[in-house]
């Protein structure tokens, strides 16, 4: 059921809701020449057995990638909310006569410019909010953590000064290691590492390490439990779940401003490394 919560939405919310949908609308014109595509792969003579296998194959695997992308953004959080306060619109002015009037295109590129211009001044913007890591209570940070995020798993080491968190992610789990290191001659108090030997820990720790707020502890572990089952999200920039390098977006951003009625987690966007430049 699409949702709504009555209120009347603002001129940036509308912009970025258009610029939603005619992602969407690319995401489905990408879908159409699927079969197609598959279909020609079969009618036309290939140089090899072997080259058909292939060439099917990897036209399958892109062809589901796809799908499954424009169904993760279709049935999402914002999608419902668009839909939800479309309806309501509707039911209060029935006239769309001024609609004719809105260009269907450029709603896109205008919602990521100011995204990507968003999170690359989010630093500065939070630093007058940012607290002193070295008077942050991480005893009283645990427990209001535990008290959001039951079904992730924290512990505290050494004093305090290692925190180890586990978060569900899809059908395994990712594991976080934070290290506090009070020092006033290091630039970061919080050193985080993601477990894990492969490329995609390998760039969760890199994404992070290039956080905005970097001596913010709640904000870091609002972070990281927003890798929370949203390994199948798409990147916000690209629309795609799988980028160049074969890899899941690693890296999780606030959305700035919040989006009207957005809880803890949905308030986060997923990034593929290569789209936070």
């Known amino acids: 059921m699409a949702e709504n919560d009555n209120t009347e939405w603002d001129e940036a919310q509308c912009k970025e809701a258009l610029g939603r949908l005619e992602r969407l609308q690319e995401q489905l014109d990408c879908l159409r020449p699927c079969i ?35 169904k993760a953004a279709w049935e999402s959080q914002e999608t419902r909310k668009i839909m939800g306060q479309a309806q309501q619109s509707f039911r209060n002015d029935m006239d769309l006569t001024a609609g004719y009037q809105v260009p269907h295109y450029g709603w896109a590129n205008a919602m990521e410019h100011t995204i ?68 006033l001659d290091e630039d970061k108090a919080l050193k985080v590492q993601c477990g894990g030997s492969g490329s995609f820990s390998a760039a969760v720790t890199r994404c992070i390490a290039s956080r905005p707020s970097p001596n913010h502890l709640p904000r870091l572990l609002d972070m990281i439990a927003a890798f929370h089952n949203s390994g199948y999200n798409p990147c916000a920039r690209c629309k795609k779940i799988i980028d160049d390098n074969g890899l899941k977006p690693a890296a999780r951003r606030s959305r700035s401003p919040k989006p009207l009625g957005a809880d803890d987690l949905s308030s986060w966007e997923s990034w593929h490394e290569g789209c936070l430049n």
């Open 116 to 183: 990507a211009t968003e999170i690359k001044n989010e630093s500065n913007e939070n630093q007058n909010s940012e607290s002193d890591e070295s008077e942050v209570d991480v005893s009283v940070v645990v427990k209001d953590f535990r008290n959001k995020y039951p079904h992730i798993k924290i512990i505290t080491e050494s004093e305090n000064s290692v925190l180890k968190i586990r978060v569900p992610f899809d059908l395994s789990a990712l594991r976080f290691t934070i290290s506090r290191n009070i020092n």
């Open 36 to 70: 197609p595509h598959i279909l020609d792969l079969l009618r036309n003579p290939q140089p090899s057995p072997q080259h058909l296998v292939n060439e099917y194959k990897e036209t399958a695997i892109g062809s589901s990638r796809k799908l499954t992308a424009f």
